[in-house]
């Protein structure tokens, strides 16, 4: 737990909007993305769109920004952020690897302590998706439900790393789902299944990272559980809602031979995205159980028993 000021909230938030766009490859609709994320959460204690505007426009210095973050705790925070928000898409690539040297060496972080958020990252991001089993007796919309679960009861966990493991379990949930329909995946296919519908994986790492942290200046930055989790703005009623919706989307995609159009999509997801918020309290009890257990578990062991 660490509480934050507000200089420190928004040095740290920078940082990840830098990570964002240290990527000179990554496509325009991931950074439109996150633009218009940090529209969506301006606001007059925190104008995240004010400092995306800042990192497009004067693209500032890392070191200026890093010297910002006196606390050792902020300062390993800021890092592990940012290794998220860059592994978030596949394997960081030269100019992503080239900023997450730059800001350790800025942040003045051990080697053994970078390297350990970066060992992390790539066990999270590394877990291997399971084929679908025709033995398997789950019933399809009883194995989203469970994956939204779990989706909002990561939101609730402390740990950094948390956060980017919802990226792979909406992978292997939509993987799960194609195999099932008959269609061979890989990971590539479902970024850009993702990818249709506005679930940029970047872009929703730093979207669940804005969130908390523009909820939480001068507060611990942390899970709550057993807390309110009803507000559909929220990171958890969020994380919840997007996992049930695109496993309710990639379900009838798959079922109708991958026939809808993006526009399809597009439309029919944003329905399902109102249904998921509306349920996230119908399941608030079932998401803080599911956390309880969760808790001080390593995060990329716990993703590996998520089937």
């Known amino acids: 737990m660490i509480a934050l000021t507000r200089t420190e909230t928004e040095s740290i938030l920078t940082l990840c909007l830098m990570a964002s766009f240290a990527d000179g490859e990554k496509h325009e609709r991931e950074g439109r993305q996150i633009r218009n994320i940090a529209d969506s959460l301006a606001s007059e204690e925190l104008d995240v769109a004010a400092l995306c505007q800042e990192v497009l426009l004067n693209k500032p210095d890392t070191a200026v920004i890093a010297a910002r973050l006196e606390n050792p705790k902020a300062r390993l925070l800021a890092y592990e952020m940012a290794v998220c928000v860059c592994d978030a898409d ?14 350790s060496r800025a942040l003045s972080l051990p080697a053994a302590t970078a390297e350990s958020a970066d060992s992390a990252s790539a066990a999270i991001t590394n877990v291997a998706i399971t084929p679908w089993s025709s033995a398997e007796p789950e019933e399809t919309n009883a194995m989203i439900l469970r994956y939204a679960i779990v989706g909002g009861a990561l939101e609730l966990l402390p740990q950094t790393m948390a956060t980017l493991a919802i990226v792979p379990l909406q992978t292997k949930m939509v993987y799960r789902l194609s195999k099932k329909h008959g269609f061979e995946l890989d990971q590539k296919s479902v970024a850009e299944f993702m990818a249709a519908v506005g679930l ?36 958890v009623a969020m994380s919840f809602a997007s996992t049930y919706a695109l496993g309710h989307l990639a379900r009838l995609f798959y079922e109708g031979g991958r026939s809808l159009s993006i526009a ?17 309290q119908k399941y608030s009890a079932e998401i803080a159980r599911q956390s309880q257990q969760f808790q001080n578990a390593d995060i990329s062991t716990l993703m590996k028993g998520v089937p």
């Open 200 to 235: 940029g994986l970047a872009s929703q790492v730093f979207e669940s990272f804005a969130r908390r942290l523009s909820r939480g200046i001068g507060k611990n930055v942390g899970g709550r559980i057993g807390g309110q989790i009803g507000d559909a703005a929220g990171g």
């Open 264 to 280: 399809s999509l597009k439309s029919t997801y944003l329905p399902l995205l109102e249904d998921g918020k509306a349920l996230a």
């Open 90 to 103: 596949e394997v960081r690539n030269e100019p992503e690897r080239a900023f997450l040297k730059e800001l």
